[in-house]
């Protein structure tokens, strides 16, 4: 009997490599980007399909990221109750349904409700999948395999839109059918392993005020907190400004087709996916506060390009530019949330910092489209630019002087 469930609930066995898990880790978290990725290219043509208005079109990025905010930490909480297998195969599906359910909407809020729901399966599989990442490595190795998931996921982003501008030119809704990829992602993520819990896990309030215990004993807290406010900052250059604005500018400031639009797009996870390689030997060399001086002062100097772009290719160079800095920021990031507070509470202080994500992604894009409809896209990326700036220059002095 117990021999029958096993091959029921693991049909294809058991990964016991690190780089298989790792691998799956890479897979999870890379579909979940696609939520975002996919729709990006086809905003300005959801928007005259719908006819509704560029600064409402933000909202088809926001709703699979409300979820986010709602859930995240609950989540992570479940992840740490219950076992990651469980909740990661559980957000794949949900995630995979109602994304292919895109291609059947045919109104504005017919698409906002199935994007809501599939941003429910965002939630999870976004974040387990660096808890995940957590779990199998420590320290320095941490690092580099946050360097390689950021390398992956980014790859899967930066192709998203491409191939969702080319299926787009058949027909925009033909976009969402690029969800189907998460079936087999889910027969695949069976072979990880049956996990449980270490030791009991208390209720959600008295988990998560234990996890906050933890950080201020070890003296974390400030630095996650900290961590939590760039995070909010740098999400919301790539998804509000990167991905919204970006192909509303191109499409009215160059006219750029929406085929041209995702390779535009994709020049900023190329530029993640080059410094992501190289993070290890990058922090090796110039330490971590250096480090993210630099990452923030490059998303800084990327916004200012694509702002005073002569061209939609100039645009493509100034996104580069950003994603380098975002490139370096990420995996350091990824790394110090999933040890901020032992791994008895991994699962909550990830999810928590997936929130603070999510929040950028819903804020972000109604934000970046609005203020580009009324001021113009070059506006929205200075506006950007000066934020990270000020980000760049002040977060080491405000540190010191918090953890006096």
């Known amino acids: 009997m117990i021999a029958r469930s096993w091959a029921w609930t693991h049909p294809l066995g058991t990964a016991t490599s690190p780089n298989e898990r790792l691998a799956i880790a890479i897979g999870v978290g890379a579909l979940g980007t696609l939520g975002f990725a996919v729709t990006s290219p086809i905003l300005p043509d959801l928007a005259t399909e719908f006819g509704v ?121 033909r976009s969402f059918l690029i969800f189907v990829i998460g079936f087999p992602l ?63 500018f191109l499409e009215e400031e160059f006219g750029t087709p929406v085929g041209q639009r995702g390779l535009i797009l994709a020049s900023f996870q190329v530029g993640t996916i080059l410094v992501a390689l190289r993070i290890g030997p990058l922090l090796a060399r110039f330490g971590r506060q250096r480090a993210l001086t630099f990452a923030f002062w490059m998303m800084a100097i990327g916004a200012a390009l694509a702002g005073v772009a002569p061209s939609a290719w100039t645009v493509a160079g100034g996104l580069a530019v950003a994603g380098l800095g975002f490139g370096l920021f990420i995996p350091q990031a990824q790394s110090y949330a999933a040890s901020a507070a032992g791994n008895v509470y991994r699962g909550v202080t990830v999810l928590v910092w997936v929130t603070i994500v999510r929040t950028a992604q819903v804020v972000g894009p109604p934000t970046g489209s609005n203020i580009a409809d009324r001021l113009g896209g070059r506006a929205a990326f200075l506006i950007a630019a000066v934020g990270m700036a000020v980000l760049a220059a002040s977060w080491r002095p405000v540190r010191s002087i918090l953890k006096r």
């Open 53 to 173: 208005s560029r600064g409402s079109i933000g909202l088809v990025q926001a709703s699979v990221s409300i979820p986010g905010v709602l859930f995240s930490a609950l989540i992570g909480y479940m992840a740490d109750r219950l076992g990651r297998r469980r909740v990661v195969l559980t957000a794949l599906l949900v995630f995979s349904v109602f994304g292919c359910a895109g291609f059947f909407a045919r109104s504005f809020w017919g698409l906002i409700a199935v994007r809501f729901l599939q941003g429910i399966g965002t939630s999870g599989i976004l974040g387990i999948g660096i808890v995940l990442i957590g779990d199998a490595f420590q320290g320095e190795a941490r690092t580099r395999a946050m360097g390689i998931n950021i390398t992956g996921v980014t790859l899967v982003a930066m192709m998203g839109p491409i191939i969702s501008s080319q299926l787009a030119t058949g027909g925009i809704f």
């Open 186 to 248: 889910a027969l695949w993520a069976t072979r990880m392993p049956t996990d449980k819990p270490a030791g009991n896990i208390e209720q959600p309030h008295r988990h998560i005020a234990a996890a906050h215990r933890t950080m201020r004993k070890d003296g974390t807290l400030v630095d996650y907190v900290g961590l939590l406010v760039a995070t909010l900052s740098g999400v919301f250059v790539l998804h509000g400004l990167g991905l919204t604005v970006t192909p509303l």
